[in-house]
């Protein structure tokens, strides 16, 4: 039930939500606080992806990330003569992927870290990081800062990943810092962009054709045979 609102709380101009919310915005914890964090977090583990605290405060653990990328990405593949070939190809979406981090590893480092993993020569700045968490039964995603502590946040959410999720996607066009690439890089982007609107354009005249085809066979049916 809720509680009553007092005179006090009235007259008072800061929100009453203000102290809940700097409770779920506080990212410092004593050591102490961090093992009885991590004793209940890992109580509460079904699998063997449990926490562990060093003697020096740092904590290491593991998290889950879905791969939801959309276009394709660039792969280094073996040499072939003195160079080192790449090739662009489309990795499954919502392949769930699981890394070893500790508490010390940024936003930014996972992100190389999970491109490492599925050898993708692409820069990361292309990429983000985003955390899916649900909050009175509505599901929300946000989008990461690079300097974000995610085994932080896995520490706090616990272990259920309907309460939190990370989800690794392409950054949204108006975000990426475009000065940040080579140029063979944004030629690869343009290659790329080039091939998706070629398949679009493949897509439409398939679902035209289509349709006439049915247009036309309904036509003859109309007037019967001649």
């Not at 020569?121 to 649900?134: C, G, I, M, T």
């Amino acid at each position: 039930a809720t509680s009553p609102i007092s005179q006090d709380q009235l007259n008072n101009n800061t929100p009453l939500y203000d102290v809940e919310k700097k409770r779920e915005l506080r990212t410092e914890f004593s050591q102490e606080e961090i093992q009885q964090k991590i004793g209940k977090y890992n109580s509460m583990t079904k699998d063997h992806l449990k926490m562990t605290l060093n003697p020096t405060g740092v904590y290491t653990g593991f998290i889950q990330v879905m791969m939801d990328l959309r276009r394709p990405v660039t792969v280094r593949g073996g040499p072939r003569g003195a160079a080192v070939m790449q090739e662009a190809f489309y990795l499954p979406r919502g392949v769930i992927n699981t890394l070893h981090i500790s508490s010390e590893n940024t936003v930014k480092q996972v992100i190389v870290a999970l491109l490492n993993k599925f050898t993708v020569a692409d820069n990361p700045a292309k990429y983000a990081l985003y955390k899916r968490y649900r909050r009175e039964e509505q599901v929300y995603v946000c989008k990461l800062a690079d300097g974000e502590k995610p085994l932080f946040l896995r520490l706090l959410a616990g272990p259920n990943s309907d309460v939190l999720s990370f989800v690794l996607r392409e950054q949204q066009t108006g975000e990426v810092m475009w000065d940040a690439f080579s140029i063979p890089e944004l030629r690869n982007f343009l290659r790329i962009l080039d091939k998706e609107e070629e398949e679009q354009k493949e897509a439409i005249i398939r679902r035209y054709s289509a349709y006439r085809q049915r247009l036309e066979e309904a036509l003859r049916e109309v007037r019967g045979p001649s």
